[in-house]
């Protein structure tokens, strides 16, 4: 008897089975989320735009799935990012816009997209704008920061800390600042000023562009920011050359991941102010700054869709496009977006903006590309993105334990285009709160006046005493008020309403 016999075919049994299990976790799709700052809804050619083209995001809707009706959770940044990673709104964190040395806004003992996804088998990754918070203090930028992405579920991150317009202006790459100098420690300072780079109050000479008085701290490339700061020069980012570095590193995560699942949250800096256009871009439209910083986001989209193709990984990647709030022309620097927007409408037809209650505040561009499963289209549902947790769970065969993602729900068959069935209330957090129920949008009263620094961004947050609602269909530029008519509708929503906020 060959006794290699049983040997082999054991050997060939295991192998075989190694196969498949291979080929079982490689059925589930790579994810990208390309997550825009301040883009609305109205900026992209497929939905519209005036003035810009937007070649690489129009040639993924006509390949995809575009949405008519999708919302991100807020009307402001740091709300929007904690919703969509944690599946929870963010009142209940009583999260708002963060200072850049603010400290992690996300419980690392809770459950988060990236930790599900880890489980799943994937390798996550974060490249771009943060804005969370870093460490659990005040944080020593000279030294690994002890809490971030990693604790909430990257394996891999490489950040903008906060914002463009506020201090560190540096990299941080898996918590430590990128080509930082021991010898030039780094201080941040929110309040109290430091001596370190000039002050743009005191030297407007320096500034490429000029601000209101809340961005007139350190000046550092030749644009003034919130905040102060001394030392690390040696690890200052060059504003731009900020949409070549981060489209660098995420597709160099694609390539260095491509033979895994992997999950890429590309966060863009672009087209949130300073709006600072690559010589590459300047005058790529008829807008201005903000104009040509749309024009670099697509081209950064661009790169992403490329990076897949190289790799023969576009066919089974589920991309999903999208902006963590509505259009803002003037958020303190003067580069002319109001005066030179022209016909373009940055929110469409939608009233409202970044910092608003109306309904453009949280109505994104939202592009859904997975050729593998996903049929060219438009729908309509009503979808939020503090949904992605649990859709995306769905899809990859994973639970959520009940304390985590409490306001997520399901809705991968609608946002896979295999269903039109949506959310039947919406939450939209702003200043005040909206509520979608259909084509019906109720906003909450708020008796107070608005805040100096909202006025001075030409911005209407929807403060008002008495209940505001709207028919979306018949009224898509919420201008009629038609609470008084619709008690029934009004009763229905404030309870809904309530109910949410109580939970």
């Excluded at 997209?113 to 969370?132: D, E, F």
């Excluded at 394996?155 to 800390?161: G, V």
């Amino acid at each position: 008897m060959n006794i290699l016999t049983p040997l082999k075919s054991a050997v060939f049994a295991v192998l075989i089975c190694i196969a498949f299990n291979a080929c079982a976790q490689r059925a589930n799709p790579n994810i990208v989320i390309i997550y825009v700052d301040d883009l609305g809804y109205g900026d992209i050619g497929v939905n519209g735009a005036i003035g810009v083209e937007t070649p690489h995001i129009d040639k993924l809707a006509s390949n995809g799935l575009n949405f008519t009706d999708a919302h991100c959770s807020a009307s402001t940044c740091t709300p929007s990012r904690y919703s969509l990673l944690t599946g929870s709104y963010a009142f209940r964190r009583k999260a708002h816009i963060l200072e850049g040395d603010a400290p992690l806004i996300i419980d690392p003992n809770m459950g988060t997209l990236p930790k599900m996804l880890q489980k799943a088998g994937y390798n996550t990754g974060i490249v771009g704008k943060w804005h969370l918070g870093l460490g659990n203090g005040k944080i020593d930028w000279n030294k690994k920061i002890p809490l971030g992405p990693e604790e909430v579920g990257f394996d891999y991150s490489f950040l903008i800390p906060a914002t463009g317009d506020r201090v560190p202006c540096v990299f941080v790459e898996n918590q430590e600042v990128v080509n930082l100098d021991p010898n030039d420690p780094i201080t941040v300072s929110y309040g109290t000023r430091i001596e370190g780079y000039p002050w743009g109050f005191q030297h407007p000479e320096l500034l490429k562009q000029h601000t209101d008085p809340y961005h007139q701290g350190a000046v550092i490339n030749g644009i003034s920011r919130i905040g102060y700061m001394k030392g690390g020069k040696e690890a200052l980012w060059v504003d731009e050359e900020i949409p070549f570095v981060l489209s660098d590193k995420a597709t160099a995560y694609i390539d260095e991941n491509k033979d895994n699942p992997f999950f890429l949250y590309f966060s863009l800096h672009d087209i949130h102010q300073p709006r600072i256009a690559n010589i590459k871009f300047v005058e790529s439209s008829t807008m201005g700054p903000r104009g040509d910083v749309i024009a670099q986001m697509d081209w950064c989209v661009g790169q992403i869709s490329k990076a897949l193709e190289k790799q023969g990984l576009l066919e089974n990647t589920l991309m999903i496009f999208t902006s963590d709030n509505g259009p803002i022309l003037d958020d303190g620097y003067l580069d002319y977006a109001r005066e030179l927007v022209g016909d373009h409408k940055p929110g469409g037809v939608y009233r409202g903006s970044k910092y608003s209650a109306y309904e453009a505040g949280t109505r994104m561009p939202t592009i859904v590309h997975w050729p593998k499963e996903v049929k060219a289209g438009t729908s309509s549902a009503l979808l939020s993105q503090v949904d992605l947790y649990a859709s995306l769970a769905s899809l990859v065969n994973q639970k959520i334990a009940k304390d985590d993602g409490v306001d997520s729900k399901n809705f991968i068959d609608a946002w896979l285009g295999k269903s039109s069935k949506g959310r039947e209330f919406l939450l939209e957090e702003a200043y005040t709160y909206g509520l979608r129920m259909g084509n019906w949008k109720y906003i909450m009263p708020k008796d107070k006046p608005v805040p100096n620094w909202i006025v001075q961004k030409f911005v209407d947050p929807g403060f008002h005493p008495e209940p505001q609602l709207f028919n979306l269909d018949e009224d898509p530029s919420e201008s009629k008020n038609m609470a008084d008519e619709n008690p029934e509708v009004v009763a229905k929503m404030e309870a809904e309403l309530k109910s949410i906020l109580e939970k």
